[in-house]
């Protein structure tokens, strides 16, 4: 077997976001764009479908891979999934960044990195 | 809080495919897409980047999520990360389906289960 590539996945859930601001797509992709340009990463193309009555899930790929974001209005509910090939910074530091895109409380929010063998 | 959605989130490494399987779209999205009929899941969406020299980064916007597939021809490598919430099989009969559609052994493929709190 060859080489793995290397692969860093990060799962990010945000708890209490305004309802509004899940069903302001406009508003929700500026915050997710702010996001990936403070990752350094680059945004090759975008694309999203919007759910009735409500919910959209949008899909940005990257130079370097993919984020995914899922929105539940009705639970308040974020979810991003992010897979990158580049280095990202760690969960403590991606957590603090969210807090302060998303204008929510550290507590409000929960970033797990899924583990990747280097072999 | 209200809720959470219930989230099933997969993430499944195939290793040792062919490399010209990799490089040849159409072919690998009639696998991913028989994978996603297998799972009794609908597309509602599908877009792909292709990288340069090679290498490709496909969505597929699920009725009930997505499925992101990343190819690493240089490495004979692909991986499948997949989130929904309807129930999905698990790790043993999702790793059987990969291994048959992809015609590789059971020892090629890596399925593992990102779990998520009920509350």
């Known amino acids: 077997m060859k080489n793995k590539p290397i692969i860093h996945q990060m799962v990010a859930e945000l708890f209490n976001l305004d309802e509004n601001l899940l069903n302001d797509y406009a508003s929700l992709e500026s915050s997710v764009e702010e996001l990936i340009a403070r990752l350094n990463l680059k945004i090759v193309k975008k694309d999203r479908y919007d759910f009735s009555p409500q919910g959209t899930t949008a899909f940005f790929i990257l130079s370097s891979s993919h984020l995914a974001v899922h929105t539940w209005p009705e639970n308040n509910y974020l979810h991003l999934d992010l897979i990158t090939c580049q280095k990202i910074p760690g969960k403590k530091e991606l957590k603090k960044i969210l807090s302060e895109i998303f ?6 929010v929960k970033v797990r990195e899924i583990p990747y063998d280097r072999n």
């Open 103 to 108: 204008k929510i409380k550290l507590g409000e």
